[in-house]
């Protein structure tokens, strides 16, 4: 990666932040050459400040770190795009990003996940969901085992389309077990980045 600072008269290039989960543009700013290389080598976004005038390290101060995940140059060579993983809120407003716009993800899985949640909270009559949410979390827990067995005995045969069918039960009742405890992909996304190094 070769960025072209002398484009600028100030040796500024902008840096455009992207949650590599979401997809969602979090916020700009703009990086000089040392900037660039301390980001690099600390995989934590690094600005220069023109307010403070000096490199400025997102989250120094919050804690809300940008951990970067990838940088790609655009074909001018005058501006990157960071995939990052924030930590915490990333405006200094205390929204998720910059823009008004909430940071969540996006994609079937997470619409799957809200709609269970409704069902859960707003029982309708004949739901698969409530139905399965009555008997208990013993009775859901028991639920999803049953259907990873049946992934596992699945995933050896040649039948990818019985393999498919079985992981998508198993993957349907683990939404649900997880929001019959409290919980979310959200949450497991936390301890799976946790284990990121």
């Given at each position: 990666?070769?960025?072209?600072?002398?484009?600028?008269?100030?040796?500024?290039?902008?840096?455009?932040?992207?949650?590599?989960?979401?997809?969602?543009?979090?916020?700009?700013?703009?990086?000089?050459?040392?900037?660039?290389?301390?980001?690099?080598?600390?995989?934590?976004?690094?600005?220069?400040?023109?307010?403070?005038?000096?490199?400025?390290?997102?989250?120094?101060?919050?804690?809300n770190f940008l951990n970067v995940f990838d940088i790609k140059?655009?074909?001018?060579?005058?501006?990157?795009?960071?995939?990052?993983?924030?930590?915490?809120?990333v405006c200094h407003t205390g929204s998720d990003t910059?823009?008004?716009?909430?940071?969540?993800?996006?994609?079937?899985?997470?619409?799957?996940?809200?709609?269970?949640?409704?069902?859960?909270?707003?029982?309708?009559?004949?739901?698969?969901?409530?139905?399965?949410?009555?008997?208990?979390?013993?009775?859901?827990?028991?639920?999803?085992?049953?259907?990873?067995?049946?992934?596992?005995?699945?995933?050896?045969?040649?039948?990818?389309?019985?393999?498919?069918?079985?992981?998508?039960?198993?993957?349907?009742?683990?939404?649900?077990?997880?929001?019959?405890?409290?919980?979310?992909?959200?949450?497991?996304?936390?301890?799976?980045?946790?284990?990121?190094?």
């Amino acid at each position: 990666m070769n960025p072209d600072f002398t484009k600028s008269v100030d040796g500024l290039i902008p840096a455009i932040i992207q949650d590599n989960t979401t997809q969602k543009v979090l916020m700009l700013g703009y990086m000089n050459s040392k900037a660039l290389a301390k980001t690099l080598e600390t995989k934590k976004v690094t600005f220069f400040s023109r307010s403070k005038n000096r490199l400025w390290t997102k989250g120094e101060e919050s804690g809300n770190f940008l951990n970067v995940f990838d940088i790609k140059l655009d074909c001018d060579k005058d501006t990157l795009l960071i995939y990052a993983n924030p930590v915490g809120p990333v405006c200094h407003t205390g929204s998720d990003t910059c823009f008004e716009e909430k940071n969540k993800a996006t994609g079937f899985i997470y619409e799957l996940e809200n709609i269970i949640e409704q069902r859960i909270n707003f029982p309708t009559e004949g739901s698969y969901v409530n139905k399965m949410f009555n008997k208990g979390i013993n009775k859901m827990a028991q639920k999803v085992g049953e259907e990873a067995v049946e992934t596992v005995i699945e995933a050896v045969t040649n039948n990818d389309e019985l393999f498919l069918e079985e992981a998508s039960d198993l993957l349907f009742h683990y939404l649900l077990l997880l929001k019959a405890k409290g919980k979310s992909l959200k949450d497991i996304e936390a301890v799976l980045k946790k284990r990121q190094k």
